[in-house]
């Protein structure tokens, strides 16, 4: 009888579990259950989760890539400390240029935007309803910050899009990884989400105004704000 000729592991089961992985590792950063600047052992990781070093190390270089996790030669990875003032002052002054200007070039196009801006931020709100009820509960989970912190991004995604510039997209983009640790640090209570929906549905009601300077100084409005609330947790000092 002919022995049975061992299954290969596709690239597809290989990709499908590097993203697993990846999600589960994620979803422990989120969770804080391990401090900013922790040692991070790919050995470890593996045997807590039941798989090979492999998928751990894939996982890692791509949290590397969000600036979630640092690599230190010869040491290995660890948690990234939070963004200090200084980052979140050099993150803010940048998407003030890029957003800004996106909302000032998609302002000629506020009829064709306003159905997915507002489809958006339906979206947005019923997660911001959601998060608010459950941090008042003490019951939010990390599964539902992400897709906060998703419907959040959408937003925006809706007005760099219709700006129509590649090059802004692309710089927006590589902000990514700092917008979202600086979601994460904001975003320390129900007040702090009811703020920044209804800030939202000011540059709704500025894109459908016959204003034109209206959008881009409600999307300044609603970064300045984020800002302040980013620097309240940062230092504690709103004005600066």
Do not use: C, K
């Not at 489809?119 to 599964?143: E, F, K, L």
Request: net charge negative; proline share 5%.
């Amino acid at each position: 009888m002919t022995a049975p000729v061992p299954r290969r592991v596709t690239e597809m089961e290989r990709r499908n579990l590097r993203d697993r992985v990846y999600d589960l590792i994620l979803e422990m950063l989120l969770d804080g259950d391990v401090e900013p600047g922790a040692r991070l052992s790919i050995d470890t990781l593996a045997r807590q989760l039941d798989v090979s070093p492999t998928p751990v190390r894939e996982a890692m270089v791509q949290l590397e890539r969000t600036e979630l996790v640092t690599r230190e030669a010869l040491r290995g990875y660890r948690v990234a400390p939070p963004l200090g003032p200084d980052q979140l002052d050099e993150l803010f002054a940048a998407r003030l240029m890029l957003e800004v200007e996106a909302a000032r070039l998609a302002t000629p196009h506020a009829a064709d935007l306003l159905a997915d801006l507002r489809a958006a931020h339906d979206r947005h709100q019923d997660w911001a309803q959601r998060i608010a009820a459950s941090m008042r509960s003490g019951t939010a989970s990390v599964r539902d910050m992400q897709e906060y912190f998703a419907a959040d991004a959408d937003f925006h995604e809706v007005i760099l899009r219709a700006a129509g510039n590649r090059y802004i997209m692309s710089m927006h983009a590589d902000l990514g990884a700092l917008t979202h640790r600086m979601r994460q640090a904001v975003l320390r209570g129900a007040n702090d989400v009811e703020e920044a929906h209804a800030e939202h549905a000011a540059i709704i009601d500025a894109f459908d105004s016959e204003d034109p300077e209206a959008p881009a100084a409600a999307m300044r409005a609603h970064i300045e704000g984020v800002r302040d609330r980013s620097w309240r947790e940062a230092d504690g000092d709103p004005l600066r």
